[in-house]
């Protein structure tokens, strides 16, 4: 039996810009994670458990499209195996179409949980791969942010199609992570910005400039520890994120109790339109903001420390 999890994942800064080649700063979030577990079965195909969405089916039998069901074939082959004789159970307790992650976490869990099944331990590069060729599947023109912070597990500053930077952030700080109730799909959202560039491409250009701009003062704020001017950039970007078209009156909401309720700043994080919110802490007013944010209407809050490595 092998076994293997990843953490989930927010995007702090640049989403939707990073896939026009600007930017992103995205961090993971372990207090969520995706878990999958390969056990040997004497039969001939594979059983894929999935009982967090009810599900249990042999891989032959899967659903056109079925993301777990492409991530087993594609790490099989990568891995020179047949798919054959195990069962392959996926637990997550990342929420679903919230900007968290879940996807790129549950094919990355799985990879590594296989690798470790054949005896090879995969490397965080060949699991973000991986991984990468579902979000494909799904999303169309995915920027690869979601897989690659997931798989290395540590802060990024990504570039589309470049090797990723780590970078040191001064100091650990808090985010609040706020769930608007409402599902974002990340591939409506990314359609609907391309339609809208499409339509006004020097108006999405220089938002997008804007947006880039915005994440490279981020990057120097988190090297020099200047939290006040971190919660500044959150703001400015969710402004610009508001100009693109992403934004809705349940993200606002909570945005703004966030600021209200003394945090830095606040933005929403990921594809948008639903989704999880993001707010910058004082750890002073780390207690107080969880309250605030459910009386706002946040359906979950989950208060995450941020820092470089896994905690
Ligand atoms: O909703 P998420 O976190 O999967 O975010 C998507 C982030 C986008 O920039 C909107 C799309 C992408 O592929 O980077």
Same mark, same amino acid.
Request: hydrophobic residues 45%; proline residues 5%; neutral net charge.
């Given at each position: 039996?092998?076994?293997?999890?990843?953490?989930?994942?927010? /995007?702090?800064?640049?989403?939707? +810009?990073?896939?026009?080649?600007?930017?992103?700063?995205?961090?993971?979030?372990?207090?969520?994670? @995706?878990?999958?577990?390969? #056990?040997?079965?004497?039969?001939?195909?594979?059983?894929?458990?999935?009982?967090?969405?009810?599900?249990?089916?042999?891989?032959?039998?899967?659903?056109?499209?079925?993301?777990?069901?492409?991530?087993?074939?594609?790490?099989?082959?990568?891995?020179?195996? +047949?798919?054959?004789?195990?069962?392959?159970?996926?637990?997550?307790?990342?929420?679903?179409?919230?900007?968290?992650?879940?996807?790129?976490?549950?094919? /990355?869990?799985? +990879?590594?949980?296989?690798?470790?099944?054949?005896?090879?331990?995969?490397?965080?590069?060949?699991?973000? @791969?991986?991984?990468?060729?579902?979000?494909?599947?799904?999303?169309?023109?995915?920027?690869?942010?979601?897989?690659?912070? /997931? +798989?290395?597990?540590?802060?990024?500053?990504?570039?589309? =199609?470049?090797?990723?930077?780590?970078?040191?952030?001064?100091?650990?700080?808090?985010?609040?992570?706020? =769930?608007?109730?409402?599902?974002?799909?990340?591939?409506?959202?990314?359609?609907?910005?391309?339609?809208?560039?499409?339509?006004?491409? &020097?108006?999405?250009?220089?938002?997008?400039? &804007?947006?880039?701009?915005?994440?490279?003062?981020?990057? =120097?704020?988190?090297?020099?520890?200047?939290?006040?001017?971190?919660?500044?950039?959150?703001?400015?970007?969710?402004?610009?994120? #508001?100009?693109?078209?992403?934004?809705?009156?349940?993200?606002?909401?909570?945005?703004?109790?966030?600021?209200?309720?003394?945090?830095?700043? @606040?933005?929403?994080?990921?594809?948008?339109?639903?989704?999880?919110? /993001?707010?910058?802490?004082?750890?002073?007013?780390?207690?107080?903001?969880? =309250?605030?944010?459910?009386?706002?209407?946040?359906?979950?809050?989950?208060?995450?420390?941020?820092?470089?490595?896994?905690?």
């Amino acid at each position: 039996m092998s076994e293997a999890s990843a953490p989930g994942k927010i /995007i702090l800064f640049g989403e939707h +810009a990073v896939v026009y080649g600007r930017p992103a700063i995205a961090v993971p979030v372990w207090q969520v994670s @995706a878990r999958a577990r390969v #056990e040997a079965a004497g039969r001939r195909g594979v059983i894929v458990e999935a009982p967090d969405i009810g599900r249990r089916y042999e891989l032959d039998r899967a659903r056109q499209g079925d993301p777990l069901a492409a991530i087993i074939r594609l790490a099989c082959t990568h891995l020179e195996r +047949a798919p054959a004789g195990m069962v392959v159970h996926v637990h997550s307790t990342i929420p679903v179409a919230r900007g968290l992650g879940s996807g790129a976490a549950v094919s /990355i869990a799985t +990879a590594r949980a296989l690798g470790l099944f054949f005896g090879r331990e995969l490397s965080a590069e060949e699991a973000s @791969a991986l991984a990468y060729e579902v979000e494909k599947l799904h999303h169309g023109t995915p920027s690869g942010v979601d897989n690659t912070v /997931i +798989a290395y597990g540590q802060p990024i500053f990504f570039i589309k =199609d470049k090797p990723f930077e780590p970078f040191r952030t001064a100091l650990p700080f808090w985010v609040a992570i706020a =769930d608007t109730g409402v599902p974002s799909s990340t591939r409506i959202t990314v359609g609907d910005v391309r339609r809208a560039w499409e339509a006004d491409r &020097r108006r999405y250009e220089e938002l997008f400039d &804007r947006i880039g701009q915005i994440v490279l003062h981020a990057r =120097d704020a988190l090297e020099q520890g200047d939290i006040a001017r971190l919660g500044e950039l959150m703001n400015e970007n969710q402004t610009l994120l #508001e100009q693109v078209g992403v934004s809705s009156r349940e993200i606002e909401r909570l945005v703004e109790a966030a600021r209200n309720g003394g945090a830095l700043g @606040a933005k929403l994080s990921g594809g948008g339109r639903g989704g999880n919110v /993001i707010a910058l802490l004082d750890e002073a007013k780390r207690g107080q903001i969880e =309250d605030v944010l459910a009386k706002a209407g946040a359906a979950k809050v989950i208060v995450s420390e941020v820092t470089e490595k896994r905690p």
